[in-house]
């Protein structure tokens, strides 16, 4: 696991073990002899200004969707100075915009939103700026960089990259070497972002051709069916990158009834199944290539020093950064231990 850890608190990049990416107070480094520079305040664990944030996010019908939740309860239960207050959650766009609405009128001090449709929701984001509510956008992006004071989310492209990476090294001194890909909804364009990260590390090994892809829905069912066509029609293949760890409990489903075990997979998010199997060692699964749903923690992290007018430690600015890409490691099994905590159901 890469070290998460400075001499001046907790980077953010990378997934953290537990609920999320701790902002700890700055303290100094420097000799007597040289001017501090980042003596400015920073959140940190004790208890300060009283902090009302108001969480909406789309309903929690998939694995991933589920560990976000919780994971923003759980680092707000962290805080004494911290009251949330979450909505039930919709896929339904109005629906969420008015539960947002709803936050908004009880003048929340900081927003955190996961819109199921960061365009049809960027209006609402605004209105929460224009009303002096500084917003949190979690993940799904908001059109308008004004409907927000800070992006957190994952690296889509990044993860296709590394996706690609981790197989071509394991497949690198091998000639001719064939892969697929079992994609997510090629509607959204995060899956665009996936493949197109995919693509561009296999550039890298001219030894390695993508034969085939197909497009799955994240669903256990819609995993299982595209899996079985895909086996059906390549006979030989020698890797498979699954977007997703929740239709890849399907895929799995469908690679052991069909008797299959001559390639290996590295599958997508990190859900703790995918860690529980690659620890297992005993199916074609080898890696995970995560999307950490522990940014919810972190936004919960942000949001409270947005509240108190705090920056972030670690960093030299006095205010919490515009925006924030989380890194998507590969889990395999040298360090999937480590990784675990963060697995979700």
């Known amino acids: 696991m890469p070290e998460l850890t400075s001499r001046r608190g907790l980077l953010f990049g990378t997934a953290a073990v537990g609920?999320?990416?701790?902002?700890?107070?700055?303290?100094?480094?420097?000799?007597?002899?040289?001017?501090a520079s980042n003596d400015q305040p920073a959140a940190d664990d004790k208890p300060g200004k009283q902090v009302t944030i108001g969480f909406a996010g789309p309903q929690a019908d998939h694995g991933w969707l589920n560990a976000i939740n919780d994971n923003a309860k759980n680092r707000a239960k962290k805080y004494k100075d911290v009251t949330l207050e979450i909505t039930e959650g919709s896929n339904d766009t109005a629906a969420q915009i008015g539960q947002i609405e709803t936050l908004i009128n009880k003048k929340v001090d900081v927003l955190?939103?996961?819109?199921?449709?960061?365009?049809?929701?960027?209006?609402?984001?605004?209105?929460?700026?224009?009303?002096?509510?500084p917003v949190v956008n979690l993940d799904r992006i908001f059109n308008s960089p004004q409907a927000y004071r800070c992006w957190i989310g994952g690296d889509n492209y990044g993860m296709g990259l590394n996706a690609g990476h981790y197989i071509g090294e394991k497949l690198k001194d091998k000639k001719n070497a064939r892969v697929i890909e079992l994609a997510g909804l090629d509607n959204l364009e995060l899956t665009q972002q996936r493949t197109q990260g995919f693509d561009a590390a296999l550039?890298?090994?001219?030894?390695?051709k993508k034969v085939a892809r197909q497009a799955a829905d994240f669903t256990v069912e819609s995993g299982q069916a595209k899996m079985s066509q895909l086996l059906q029609a390549q006979s030989n293949f020698d890797a498979l990158w699954n977007h997703d760890d929740d239709q890849g409990v399907g895929a799995l489903r469908a690679i052991e009834q069909a008797g299959r075990d001559d390639f290996l997979?590295?599958?997508?998010?990190?859900?703790?199944?995918?860690?529980?199997?690659?620890?297992?060692?005993?199916?074609?699964?080898?890696?995970?290539?995560?999307?950490?749903?522990?940014?919810?923690?972190?936004?919960?992290?942000?949001?409270?020093?947005?509240?108190?007018?705090?920056?972030?430690?670690?960093?030299?600015?006095?205010?919490?950064?515009?925006?924030?890409?989380l890194y998507s490691a590969v889990v395999d099994k040298e360090n999937v231990e480590q990784y675990m905590p963060t697995g979700f159901k």
Not at 22 to 32: A, K, Q
Not at 112 to 133: F, N, S, Y
């Open 203 to 208: 550039k890298n090994y001219p030894n390695i």
């Open 19 to 35: 609920a999320g990416v701790l902002l700890t107070g700055c303290t100094s480094n420097e000799s007597d002899d040289e001017p």
């Open 112 to 133: 955190v939103v996961l819109p199921a449709d960061g365009k049809a929701l960027t209006q609402v984001g605004l209105q929460a700026m224009r009303a002096g509510i």
């Open 265 to 325: 997979m590295v599958g997508g998010a990190g859900a703790l199944s995918a860690m529980q199997a690659i620890e297992s060692d005993n199916s074609v699964l080898k890696a995970t290539v995560l999307y950490p749903p522990t940014m919810a923690a972190s936004a919960i992290d942000l949001a409270r020093a947005l509240g108190q007018g705090k920056g972030v430690g670690g960093l030299a600015e006095f205010e919490i950064p515009a925006s924030l890409t």
